[in-house]
């Protein structure tokens, strides 16, 4: 999967791996799993975009997959 972000930023593999991606470039989160940083996103998107990103699953994979669709549903990154 090829996940781009509206800056331009170009994320490739599992969702999960993306998320992972994501986190390595982010500032301030070097402590977080990638489980908590799945909420960070959520709460930072929340605060700053205005946006609902709803994150479910049991699984860091399924969660990550979720993410990564509300993303792209809601207009914060697109496929390709």
């Known amino acids: 999967?090829?996940?781009t972000m509206r800056d331009g930023r170009v994320f490739e593999g599992?969702?999960?791996a993306i998320v992972r991606?994501?986190?390595?470039?982010?500032?301030g989160v070097d402590g977080l799993s990638v489980e908590?940083?799945?909420?960070?996103?959520?709460?930072?998107?929340?605060?700053?975009?205005g946006v609902e990103l709803v994150v479910a699953g049991k699984s860091a994979e399924e969660r990550a997959a979720t993410?990564?669709?509300?993303m792209v549903g809601k207009g914060l990154a697109s496929r390709g």
């Open 1 to 3: 999967m090829k996940l």
């Open 14 to 16: 599992t969702p999960v």
């Open 21 to 27: 991606e994501m986190r390595a470039l982010a500032f």
């Open 36 to 49: 908590a940083y799945m909420d960070w996103i959520v709460e930072n998107v929340r605060r700053f975009e």
């Open 67 to 70: 993410l990564v669709a509300e």
